[in-house]
């Protein structure tokens, strides 16, 4: 069993910067591959980004290529996102998610373990 927990989301201005955690805690959690999925109202859940287990892999949608920095410390267990020149279209909630497949996926159902969520709003 895997359990993550998000923080770091909030209110911010067009162009500004926030950045998200994701805590992981479990057995062998250092060993999954790590996406972070976001969701705005009335549409469905979309690929992020994703890093695998090693941190050397990451993927990212192409909206936000140049602007958000996907990273992960094994040593604390933790996951990041860093996002920047953030826009209002950027808004959602945000969610972590793990899974074992041997390749990063951009797929939601690949994914077996999820946290809460964190809202990020961008006001223009």
């Known amino acids: 069993q895997v359990r993550l927990v998000e923080s770091g989301g909030g209110l911010v201005q067009a162009g500004g910067s926030l950045r998200l955690s994701c805590a992981a805690s479990?057995?062998?959690?250092?060993?999954?591959?790590m996406g972070w999925f976001r969701q705005a109202p009335g549409k469905e859940r979309e690929f992020v980004a994703g890093v695998d287990w090693s941190g050397n892999i990451i993927d990212y949608t192409d909206s936000v290529k140049g602007r958000f920095t996907a990273s992960r410390d094994n040593a604390n267990n933790t996951m990041y996102l860093q996002m920047n020149s953030l826009k209002p279209e950027d808004t959602a909630v945000y969610y972590c998610?793990?899974?074992?497949?041997?390749?990063?996926?951009?797929?939601?159902?690949?994914?077996?373990?999820w946290g809460q969520g964190t809202q990020v709003t961008v006001s223009s």
């Open positions: 479990g057995r062998f959690v250092s060993n999954y591959n």
């Open positions: 998610a793990a899974d074992r497949n041997r390749l990063v996926s951009r797929q939601v159902p690949e994914y077996l373990y």
